[in-house]
């Protein structure tokens, strides 16, 4: 009975031996530091930090002071004049290390790069590599080195009889934090760029517009003959290349005065005035101006609308005969916005009266009491008084059940 115990001892000590027999053998060279000021006591608590990190990993570590002996008999006198592979190969042999490693920390630019290489010393190939960036004080460095180790060798996996590896530092965030807030630097930037843009082109555009109603205006004056008013017409084109919504007619109003044409009867003109200033005026679809305004326009019927955003679009319906002056008084009436599905979809939707579309629709319109009517062929009308409230969405999903 007592033979058991000592069985067991036995095979526990035969089992460590060969555990640590098959657990390579490195041999860790000092570490090589270019443009940092780490001095030489903190670069050798930075050499033993990472021979614990690798013992960590299951490596056995060839002691430094067998380094440092070696290093003495072969004259080196320090690791310094050992920081190329062939001399840390050729040393590395020489203490029965089947592995050696080596390791740099470079300045770059306000950060280090630290970089570690492991070598195999029978077939004197590298065996990898892993590398990091951190703040060049020793405690980045030391961040740097466990980050750099783990890209290399993986995480830390306790060996049987020795310690864990020490506990994770925590992450320096403050880099994170910089590029945050450079980030939201850059888009402030972006977005005021933006802005000066949108602010030059509308002013641009409202120069623009001026220009062209005095271009028209000359155009068609007879005291001047049709090459001189198709010259002031070319400079027009010539100061307004690019995103010119007037270039057509300008091009159009060229070629007819070159042949020694009038240009098309004027007709009359319209001056639109609005209780909102700065509203959008459109004429038969096209913008032609904000309010106020008077523009010249051929005789025949019209379609002008107003608009501004927050309120119902205004529209009306006008003729002008030759030389007549008409004033559109356009009145805007704070809006909300009124969205209308339905099921089934594809129903017609009428605003007290007046057509707005088919369901699903999302329309601006003018705050108050309205009468609303959804209807399709083969079901039942749907109507019902409704208030729309300014600056607020009305949404209904209406229901339409079959005749």
């Known amino acids: 009975m007592r033979l058991q115990p000592c069985l067991a001892a036995l095979l526990l000590l035969a089992a460590s031996a060969a555990l640590a027999q098959e657990r390579p053998i490195v041999a860790v060279f000092d570490l090589e530091v270019k443009g940092t000021t780490l001095d030489v006591g903190a670069v050798d608590r930075l050499t033993d930090y990472l021979g614990t990190l690798l013992a960590g990993r299951g490596y056995r570590v060839v002691p430094r002071s067998q380094l440092r002996g070696r290093l003495t008999e072969e004259k080196k006198g320090s690791f310094k004049e050992c920081y190329d592979q062939?001399?840390?190969?050729?040393?590395?042999?020489?203490?029965?290390?089947?592995?050696?490693?080596?390791?740099?920390?470079?300045?770059?630019?306000?950060?280090?790069?630290?970089?570690?290489?492991?070598?195999?010393?029978?077939?004197?190939?590298?065996?990898?590599?892993?590398?990091?960036?951190?703040?060049?004080?020793?405690?980045?460095?030391?961040?740097a080195l466990e980050q750099a180790v783990e890209a290399l060798l993986g995480k830390a996996v306790p060996v049987a009889g020795q310690p864990g590896p020490p506990a994770a530092k925590v992450p320096?965030?403050?880099?994170?934090?910089?590029?945050?807030?450079?980030?939201?630097?850059?888009?402030?930037?972006?977005?005021?760029?933006?802005?000066?843009?949108?602010?030059?082109?509308?002013?641009?555009?409202?120069?623009?517009?001026?220009?062209?109603?005095?271009?028209?205006?000359?155009?068609?004056?007879?005291?001047?003959?049709?090459?001189?008013?198709?010259?002031?017409?070319?400079?027009?084109?010539?100061?307004?290349?690019?995103?010119?919504?007037?270039?057509?007619?300008?091009?159009?109003?060229?070629?007819?005065?070159?042949?020694?044409?009038?240009?098309?009867?004027?007709?009359?003109?319209?001056?639109?005035?609005?209780?909102?200033?700065?509203?959008?005026?459109?004429?038969?679809?096209?913008?032609?101006?904000?309010?106020?305004?008077?523009?010249?326009?051929?005789?025949?019927?019209?379609?002008?609308?107003?608009?501004?955003?927050?309120?119902?679009?205004?529209?009306?319906?006008?003729?002008?005969?030759?030389?007549?002056?008409?004033?559109?008084?356009?009145?805007?009436?704070a809006s909300g916005q009124l969205r209308i599905t339905s099921n089934p979809p594809g129903m017609e939707v009428l605003l007290d009266g007046v057509r707005l579309g088919t369901t699903p629709i999302a329309v601006e319109a003018a705050a108050g009491e309205h009468i609303l009517m959804v209807k399709g062929t083969g079901y039942h009308e749907f109507r019902r008084a409704i208030e729309i409230v300014a600056g607020q969405a009305l949404a209904m999903d209406v229901k339409l059940e079959r005749r």
């Open 172 to 333: 320096d965030v403050s880099e994170y934090e910089r590029l945050a807030a450079q980030a939201k630097a850059d888009e402030a930037g972006r977005l005021e760029a933006h802005r000066r843009a949108e602010a030059e082109r509308a002013q641009r555009l409202a120069a623009l517009e001026k220009a062209w109603d005095a271009v028209e205006q000359v155009a068609s004056s007879r005291g001047m003959t049709t090459q001189a008013r198709a010259g002031v017409v070319r400079k027009f084109l010539q100061d307004f290349p690019a995103d010119n919504p007037r270039e057509a007619e300008a091009r159009a109003l060229v070629a007819r005065l070159d042949r020694g044409e009038e240009p098309a009867s004027a007709g009359g003109r319209i001056k639109v005035v609005s209780n909102v200033p700065e509203s959008q005026v459109f004429l038969d679809g096209a913008r032609i101006g904000t309010t106020p305004l008077e523009r010249e326009v051929p005789a025949g019927e019209h379609y002008v609308a107003v608009q501004n955003r927050g309120y119902a679009r205004f529209e009306q319906k006008l003729a002008i005969e030759g030389g007549q002056v008409v004033t559109v008084a356009a009145t805007l009436v």
């Open 86 to 143: 062939g001399c840390q190969i050729e040393i590395g042999k020489e203490l029965a290390a089947q592995k050696s490693l080596s390791s740099q920390v470079l300045k770059i630019g306000s950060s280090c790069k630290v970089a570690v290489n492991l070598y195999d010393l029978r077939t004197a190939a590298s065996d990898g590599a892993g590398s990091a960036t951190g703040k060049c004080d020793e405690d980045g460095v030391v961040g």
